[in-house]
């Protein structure tokens, strides 16, 4: 079985775990884990990453994270490193702590990124136990161990966990968000939802088919480098939202107020929609926001209408495709 391709861009988002070697504890204490958090924290501002979501169990971690400048092996390698210092010289030991390299899925955000970090918060409760569903549940609300603490009262956030690109999905950082995101994550436990990793073995990528697609052909075999993808070479440039936002106004000679105002409906929206998604790589619901607070669902079904109008129209395909070739030609 082949391995997985080891996936990197700027702000893509992953899953990443660790477990100890041999499956022995990287935590023994309670230290142990404020440590490791510590160093996380660090780790997580030098190489400028953003942690949506943790669990520490016993003898692994979970991680959610984007990397706004495309570089988990520098970031992982550098934390691992770092944790794996501090544990062997406080408990006088040597050699690895980690059972070979980490693995990582790539995550379709828009799609999967609310299950895979309710995936991660209810990771302790995997575990077998003698307690009831009642308590367990009740304590894993209050415990420090995962990041749904903080999801769940403000006061108890850290710094260091972007709580809002979650909370993003169902309208924002506010209370009405928050019960939203808990009722959410209680009805994983409750209907004991399957794993959405189950969808990345064999390719390492959790996502809907268009997303695996896209990643394949500039991640595939044949691409023997990132200097000779020319997709990703245009990731690099990495337009921001208003600058791509400018310049398709410009293009379409619309007034900016008109594409980007709420109640506004027309394709040449759509297609700026599908241009932010494809250059900036933004999540639906930051393209909502964009475009006058409009809810992700309504950014999800007007990319979907325009994919519906290109197929039944196809002179749009060849407008959007004569788009994204205009895009970098009308700068001042």
Same mark, same amino acid.
């Given at each position: 079985?082949?391995?997985?391709?080891?996936?990197? &861009? #700027?702000?893509?988002?992953?899953? /990443?775990?660790?477990?100890?070697?041999?499956?022995?504890? $990287?935590?023994?204490?309670?230290?142990?884990?404020?440590?490791?958090?510590?160093?996380?924290?660090?780790?997580?501002?030098?190489?400028?990453?953003?942690?949506?979501? &943790?669990?520490?169990? #016993?003898?692994?971690?979970?991680?959610?994270?984007?990397? +706004?400048?495309?570089?988990?092996?520098?970031?992982?390698?550098?934390?691992?490193?770092?944790?794996?210092? /501090?544990?062997?010289?406080?408990?006088?030991?040597?050699?690895?702590?980690? !059972?070979?390299? &980490?693995?990582?899925?790539?995550?379709?955000?828009? %799609?999967?990124?609310?299950?895979?970090?309710?995936?991660?918060?209810?990771?302790?409760?995997? =575990?077998?136990?003698?307690?009831?569903?009642?308590?367990?549940?009740?304590?894993?609300?209050?415990?420090?161990?995962?990041?749904?603490?903080?999801?769940?009262? !403000?006061?108890?956030?850290?710094?260091?966990?972007? &709580?809002?690109?979650?909370?993003?999905?169902?309208?924002? %950082?506010?209370?009405?968000?928050?019960?939203?995101?808990?009722?959410?994550?209680?009805? *994983?436990?409750?209907?004991?939802? #399957?794993? +959405?990793?189950?969808?990345?073995?064999?390719?390492? =990528?959790?996502?809907?088919?268009?997303? /695996?697609?896209?990643?394949?052909?500039?991640?595939?075999?044949?691409?023997?480098?990132?200097?000779?993808? #020319?997709?990703?070479?245009?990731?690099?440039?990495? $337009?921001?939202?208003?600058?791509?936002?400018?310049?398709?106004?410009?293009?379409?000679?619309?007034?900016?107020?008109?594409?980007?105002?709420?109640?506004?409906?027309?394709?040449?929206?759509? $297609?700026?929609?599908?241009?932010?998604?494809?250059?900036?790589? =933004?999540?639906?619901?930051?393209?909502?926001?964009?475009?006058? *607070?409009?809810?992700?669902?309504?950014?999800?079904?007007?990319?979907?209408?325009?994919?519906?109008? =290109?197929? %039944?129209?196809?002179?749009?395909?060849?407008?959007? $495709? !004569?788009?994204?070739?205009?895009?970098?030609?009308?700068?001042?």
């Amino acid at each position: 079985m082949t391995r997985p391709l080891r996936i990197q &861009y #700027p702000d893509a988002f992953y899953h /990443v775990t660790c477990r100890g070697n041999e499956r022995k504890e $990287i935590f023994r204490d309670q230290e142990d884990r404020n440590t490791f958090l510590k160093l996380l924290a660090r780790s997580l501002d030098v190489f400028e990453v953003n942690l949506l979501a &943790y669990a520490l169990m #016993p003898n692994h971690f979970h991680l959610l994270v984007c990397t +706004p400048k495309g570089n988990l092996s520098e970031f992982m390698r550098h934390f691992n490193i770092s944790y794996t210092g /501090v544990f062997n010289r406080k408990y006088h030991r040597a050699g690895h702590l980690y !059972q070979g390299r &980490y693995k990582a899925f790539l995550i379709d955000a828009d %799609n999967y990124l609310l299950e895979v970090s309710r995936y991660i918060h209810l990771n302790p409760l995997r =575990i077998k136990s003698k307690e009831t569903r009642e308590k367990r549940w009740n304590d894993l609300l209050l415990s420090d161990d995962t990041s749904l603490l903080g999801y769940m009262n !403000q006061r108890s956030r850290k710094e260091f966990v972007h &709580y809002t690109m979650v909370l993003n999905y169902f309208g924002g %950082n506010n209370r009405k968000s928050i019960n939203e995101y808990r009722k959410f994550v209680e009805e *994983g436990f409750r209907n004991e939802v #399957p794993s +959405p990793l189950e969808k990345g073995k064999g390719t390492g =990528i959790i996502g809907k088919e268009d997303f /695996v697609e896209e990643i394949k052909q500039f991640f595939g075999k044949d691409k023997d480098s990132h200097r000779e993808q #020319p997709a990703l070479r245009e990731l690099d440039k990495s $337009i921001t939202p208003e600058e791509l936002i400018d310049q398709y106004a410009k293009l379409v000679k619309l007034k900016r107020e008109e594409l980007t105002t709420k109640g506004k409906q027309s394709t040449e929206r759509a $297609i700026l929609m599908e241009l932010l998604y494809r250059f900036c790589k =933004i999540t639906q619901p930051e393209i909502g926001r964009l475009l006058g *607070g409009i809810d992700y669902s309504a950014v999800s079904l007007a990319r979907t209408r325009l994919q519906l109008k =290109i197929k %039944n129209e196809p002179e749009w395909g060849k407008k959007l $495709i !004569q788009m994204q070739k205009n895009m970098g030609k009308c700068k001042d």
